[in-house]
């Protein structure tokens, strides 16, 4: 149950350079009424202080389904040089998460 903003975190930065390709999805069920939940990645630079902590999202606002989301993004401002992906969430009610994939896309 959450109350508000929260957001899960994955401890670990990934170091990235301009030009790396990442995607990221997974199945979302949120349930409740005025809930959003986001798959995103925040965005650091080289002091590894916060650039934008939801520059690459998917939103989900649907309630009582399973919703599937994915995106693909690219690094390309030379500025961001460490990523992290993050669960967030915003209301009162039941978030689920299932079938997460990060990945670098190899080219």
Known sequence: IGRGYWTYSHRKLI????GDIFHFEGD???QGDDLSAYL??????KNKHAINWNLFKKKVKRSGVWIR???QFNISDD?????T????????GFYR?????F???QI
């Open 97 to 101: 998460f299932d079938n997460i994939i």
């Open 40 to 45: 995103s990645v925040a965005v650091f630079d």
């Open 69 to 71: 989301v994915e995106k």
């Open 85 to 92: 992906f993050r669960l967030v969430g915003r209301g009162n």
């Open 15 to 18: 170091e990235v350079k301009k």
């Open 79 to 83: 500025d961001i040089k460490y990523i």
């Open 28 to 30: 979302v069920n949120i």
């Open 103 to 105: 990945l670098l896309n």
